[in-house]
């Protein structure tokens, strides 16, 4: 089964999620701030996806972080920052088989319905 990571106040996870019901895919919903992330989870995301994708630095979060928080930024600072601020978490992460898909444009779309 499919499971989609977001934010229920995500206006892209809710197309996100519309999409998928219209498509008839059957999926789970976890929400990123009210389910919390699992470490291990994040881990594997990282791995699967890389943190670059990961991280949204067009996000609000990620703007009114100290650039402190920001400099030097890696893979171990990564995802320490997203297990601190799960909203600095690219949306949504799609989540089938073994693969990990971050975003919801074409490309993503596209994995999703060939089933990952």
Do not use: Y
Not at 30 to 58: H, Q
Not at 71 to 98: M, N, S
């Amino acid at each position: 089964m499919l499971t989609v990571w977001g934010l229920k106040t995500c206006d892209t996870c809710k197309k996100a999620l519309k999409w998928l019901e219209a498509e008839g895919i059957a999926h789970e919903s976890k929400d990123v701030r009210a389910d919390g992330v699992p470490a291990d989870e994040l881990a594997r995301w990282i791995d699967a996806a890389g943190w670059e994708t990961l991280v949204n630095k067009s996000s609000t979060t990620w703007r009114g972080l100290d650039d402190t928080a920001k400099d030097g930024i890696d893979a171990a600072k990564a995802k320490a920052l997203l297990a601190e601020h799960p909203t600095l978490i690219k949306r949504p992460v799609f989540l089938i088989g073994g693969e990990v898909i971050v975003g919801f444009r074409d490309p993503q779309k596209a994995a999703v319905k060939a089933g990952g």
